[in-house]
């Protein structure tokens, strides 16, 4: 553990902490953000973000399954949950 000092510690990296953090720092203060898991909290990392990167894949699916009501053929739709998964991921990881 170092001594070294702060003008500002910020508890929690979510979208709360990490803009005050980063006004804070913008206006020239010394920040510690603090943070036990990942930068961006819950609705970047394992909520909002993921659940809409899986419902544009659903939505996607869901065209190309009745494209042929719109005088398209297609092949049938088959999910690649592998695939969905790491567009998720590279959506989330920015």
Do not use: W
């Amino acid at each position: 553990m170092s001594d070294a000092a702060y003008d500002l510690a910020v508890i929690g990296g979510g979208p709360g902490g990490y803009a005050a953090a980063f006004y804070a720092a913008s206006a020239g203060m010394k920040v510690a953000l603090i943070e036990k898991d990942t930068i961006g909290g819950t609705c970047l990392n394992r909520g909002c973000i993921p659940a809409k990167a899986f419902l544009e894949s659903a939505a996607v699916f869901r065209h190309v399954a009745h494209a042929k009501d719109f005088g398209i053929e297609a092949s049938a739709p088959a999910v690649n949950f592998a695939v969905t998964q790491a567009r998720k991921q590279t959506i989330v990881n920015g």
